[in-house]
């Protein structure tokens, strides 16, 4: 069974940075993909960011674009989601997710076309 563990989350001041982990284990896979979603107090789930283990390629919301990056880690079922330039609006619960692919193809920022999923992890930007 996977598992999805992230972590990082705390409070920051805005215009700081933030660098959140995820670890799938047992994502063992030539085909997956592995995502962020943020979710804030009476707001639905929002795709953030996502990476295709498979063709390499990356999706960003465009609220995120230019500040937020993802990155693999050293591990073959990690990702590392760097954040820069955080404001309000980003205060949410951070969820990492992850699925299988059953051939080549580039992630998508839907919740649904992911089968894994973490706890959260919460960012609050504050000052």
């Known amino acids: 069974q996977v598992q999805v563990v992230e972590s990082g989350g705390t409070l920051v001041q805005p215009g700081g940075s933030l660098t959140l982990s995820c670890t799938a284990s047992?994502?063992?896979?030539?085909?997956?993909?592995i995502g962020w979603f943020r979710q804030a107090p009476g707001k639905e789930r929002q795709g953030v960011t996502c990476v295709s283990f498979s063709d390499g390629t990356t999706k960003y919301a465009d609220s995120v674009k230019g500040r937020f990056t993802i990155s693999r880690g050293n591990g073959t079922n990690t990702v590392a989601l760097q954040m820069n330039s955080l404001n309000a609006e980003d205060t949410a619960t951070y969820y990492c997710?992850?699925?299988?692919?059953?051939?080549?193809?580039?992630?998508?920022?839907?919740?649904?076309?992911?089968?894994?999923w973490g706890q959260g992890t919460q960012v609050t930007v504050s000052s």
């Open positions: 997710a992850a699925t299988w692919y059953s051939g080549s193809r580039p992630c998508l920022l839907l919740a649904y076309d992911y089968d894994f």
């Open positions: 047992e994502l063992t896979a030539d085909h997956y993909g």
